[in-house]
């Protein structure tokens, strides 16, 4: 859902979303969090 809402425009940037969903306890190797990343092209 993040990277869709990058692509289409509506987020500027994963990395901030990706970083509150870890703080609110979400676990997220940083394998997922790499490829996520690569696909939204940061």
């Not at 979303?17 to 609110?24: A, F, G, H, N």
């Amino acid at each position: 859902m993040i990277v869709l809402a990058k692509r289409k425009g509506l987020i500027s940037s994963v990395t901030p979303r990706l970083k509150t969903l870890q703080d609110s306890g979400l676990w997220l190797s940083e394998e997922v969090i790499s490829l996520l990343k690569a696909q939204a092209e940061e």
